[in-house]
């Protein structure tokens, strides 16, 4: 029997994804959870596992297109499934309201279907899209690190490898027989239709469109609101200098301020349930969970892992998620679970520098806040007969003028700063 596999939902609030890569091809044989497309969305790249044992005898989406949940990805025969045959009276009934209809005819059984089994010892591990790849730059599949499926190579080790191979430096003269990179053809233009003479055209990557239509959406959606404070952090860095050696030796990565900002961000959502929340489908959610959404950088992509349970966390815990997190991302190990169920985030704009930003908020959530770099500012003292230098820092939150009003997002801030002030010298990190 013939079954339909679809376009599973990868995630809470993911409607679609685009087909990245084709595993499979019309004739291979699938057992059930084996993956058969690598899709993007705008969370992540996730494989989809196959939800049958079979043959594939139709690819119904083709790479690049864009498909809906729900919406029919692949064709299979089903091992040891009888096709069902329609009662006869039923079969009158279609022919006689369906007279000037033309003859139908069976389909003819697929040749693939008479193949054997493909040997996964002998076949190649990798989709033909990957071997298009690999032939355009000339490289042998064994070179490149697989991260897929039981050892498969995907589209995106080979993307990966590549990025790899251009940063390193220039090879010794005795090693440059091999083919240079392609790169980008420059657009000889005369006129200014958007495009100069000189100007290089790059096809925006899965990843970068998927970004783009998330960031439009939330733009066009969503009517945004701003506010920024600042809030003295001097014990914060007091309490880092003090503590930072001795946590990277007994925990074996850096203990950098970012933790206590989602530390006092999470406490604060805790108790301003209302900056916790999305609009969906002309509906209010109000999350319970406080799962805080953050930003890695991978190259000139952007994810969004999820902090889960965060105002459950100790300063070590939530440091811990954010250095498992980041790694996962740009090792690519991230799985789709890691990239979802955020409901407000925390954007560390301050490791460039920044001083004010206004971010776009992460649809469908209700809120985001950008941690704005710690500068040194001259402040009056508490008794206000004098100044001293502090460690300042600002808090920029955008805000969803549907769901909240500047009474809501100032209160809000208003308990971040009390958390962030209430750390001192002895705070405890665990």
Partial sequence: ??????????????????????????????EEYDPIC???????????????????TKVLAATDDTIAVGAPLAEIAVEGAVEESAPAADTATSATSETSAEPATPDPAPV?????????????????AVASLLAKYRLHADDIPATGHQGRLTRQDVENFMAEEVSQPAPAAAHQAAS?????????????????????????????????????????????GWMMVEQDVSNIVVLRQKEKANFQKREGFKLTYFPFFVKAVAQALAKHPRINSSWQNNMKITH?????????AKGDELFVPVIKHADDLSIKGIAAEINRLASAVRNGTATADDMQGGTFTVNNTGSFGSVASMGIINYPQAAIIQIESIRKAIQPTPDGRGFT???MVNLSLSVDHR???????????????????????????Y
């Fill in 288 to 296: 319970k969970q406080v799962n805080i959404s953050i930003a890695v």
């Fill in 38 to 56: 690598e899709v993007q969305t705008v969370k992540v790249v996730a494989e989809v596992p196959s939800s049958f044992t079979g043959t594939i």
């Fill in 389 to 391: 230098f502090a460690d």
């Fill in 403 to 429: 769901l909240l009003d500047g009474v809501a997002a100032g209160g809000f801030l208003k308990d971040v700063k009390k958390n962030l002030a209430a750390y001192g010298p002895d705070s405890n990190l």
């Fill in 112 to 128: 693939a279907a008479a193949q054997p089994a493909v040997d996964s010892t002998d076949a190649p591990r990798f989709s033909p």
């Fill in 1 to 30: 029997m013939k079954k339909e596999m679809t376009m599973p939902r990868l995630g809470e609030s993911v409607t679609e994804g685009t087909i990245v890569d084709w595993l499979v091809q019309v004739g291979d044989h699938v």
């Fill in 180 to 224: 240079p990179v392609p790169t980008p053809t420059p657009v000889q233009n005369t006129g200014f239709d958007g495009q100069l003479p000189g100007d290089i055209i790059t096809p925006g990557s899965s990843v970068r469109k998927a970004i783009a239509a998330h960031m439009s959406q939330s733009k066009n959606e969503i009517p945004h």
